[in-house]
């Protein structure tokens, strides 16, 4: 396989242009000197007017799939994944980095410092997992919100972003499944989204290693009942990780979040925020689904991230 470039990003668009917009802004501003390919598959419905320009230098668009309704637990989580394994085709660089259009990564040079990190530390995936809000998701693995591979220590041709056919898969101990009062923590860490196949495939494995950035995130904000803290904290102390409402692995998470260290708010927007090294590391705007419309944010977004993007910190 030629290496033309050193990096390919993997993005799926679903009318959502303006971040595609706002994104390669940023990356090529932090980025200057590095040559990247960034292919897109576009699966926007055709009769929409946020599509992609197919005309437009900056991506390699790639006509994606007709999203189906039915017969699946997570059509969104399916179409976006279908996306993606087709994205990944035309990949030819050594680092592919897979990424939502509305994850920004604000670390000044890093399409080469994250690659070299991981060459130097032996990683294979380098990424931001779920946030431990969605407690359903799987842990302490790079999710497809971002994630970088190296080609050179894992096929491309085992990713498989597909989801899982159903909502959760049963756990271990399975004992424990019996029990009325744990019924709600059942489909914790372990609902087969987007990336499922690769996440069960890499995730244990003695050869291969994965490295995620940490998600600020504050467990006292997010215990999912408030009536039930008490009883769900002694829960929590009691049963393993996989059972627990709050991640256990040390250091996965921080509780600290960027206005702490004296950068812009980006939660105001409805984003969730990720650290790196102590720092800001970049941000996953999810404000659609605190029913934040884009086209009333978006130039406070733009203001964001040219703030951020000219801050000597990073």
């Known amino acids: 396989m030629p290496k033309n470039k050193h990096l390919t990003i993997c993005s799926v668009s679903y009318s959502n242009s303006e971040f595609f917009e706002l994104n390669s802004e940023l990356i090529s501003r932090l980025n200057a000197n590095t040559s990247f390919n960034w292919v897109v598959v576009e699966n926007s419905p055709n009769n929409t007017g946020n599509r992609l320009d197919s005309?437009?230098?900056?991506?390699?668009?790639?006509?994606?799939?007709?999203?189906?309704?039915?017969?699946?637990?997570?059509?969104?989580?399916?179409?976006?994944?279908?996306?993606?394994?087709?994205?990944?085709?035309?990949?030819?660089?050594?680092?592919?980095?897979?990424?939502?259009?509305?994850?920004?990564?604000?670390?000044?040079?890093?399409?080469?410092?994250?690659?070299?990190?991981?060459?130097?530390?032996?990683?294979?995936?380098?990424?931001?997992?779920?946030?431990p809000r969605w407690v359903n998701k799987y842990r302490y693995f790079p999710s497809p919100h971002l994630s970088i591979y190296d080609l050179d220590k894992i096929s491309i041709e085992s990713l498989d972003f597909l989801p899982g056919d159903q909502n959760y898969n049963a756990k271990s101990p399975y004992h424990l499944n019996k029990f009325r009062l744990l019924k709600n923590r059942r489909s914790i860490a372990c609902q087969p989204d987007t990336g499922w196949h690769i996440y069960q495939k890499y995730n244990r494995?003695?050869?291969?290693?994965?490295?995620?950035?940490?998600?600020?995130?504050?467990?006292h904000e997010y215990l999912l009942d408030s009536n039930m803290y008490q009883i769900n904290k002694v829960f929590d102390l009691m049963l393993p990780d996989s059972w627990s409402f709050?991640?256990?692995?040390?250091?996965?998470?921080?509780?600290?979040?960027?206005?702490?260290?004296?950068?812009?708010?980006?939660?105001?927007?409805?984003?969730?925020?990720?650290?790196?090294?102590?720092?800001?590391?970049?941000?996953?705007f999810r404000g659609y689904r605190n029913n934040l419309k884009v086209s009333n944010i978006i130039n406070d977004l733009r203001e964001l991230l040219c703030h951020i993007g000219n801050d000597d910190s990073n």
Request: hydrophobic share 35%; with cysteine.
């Open 246 to 284: 709050i991640p256990k692995k040390k250091d996965y998470y921080s509780t600290k979040y960027f206005k702490d260290m004296d950068y812009p708010d980006t939660t105001k927007l409805g984003c969730e925020e990720f650290l790196w090294r102590d720092k800001p590391f970049g941000f996953h």
């Open 205 to 219: 494995s003695e050869s291969l290693f994965n490295y995620c950035v940490q998600p600020c995130f504050n467990p």
């Open 55 to 131: 005309s437009d230098a900056r991506f390699q668009i790639v006509e994606g799939v007709t999203k189906e309704e039915a017969n699946h637990w997570a059509p969104a989580s399916l179409h976006h994944a279908q996306g993606l394994n087709i994205a990944v085709k035309h990949v030819d660089t050594r680092y592919l980095v897979v990424m939502d259009p509305d994850f920004f990564i604000i670390l000044d040079d890093w399409m080469k410092i994250i690659p070299s990190f991981m060459e130097s530390e032996d990683i294979s995936i380098f990424g931001a997992p779920w946030n």
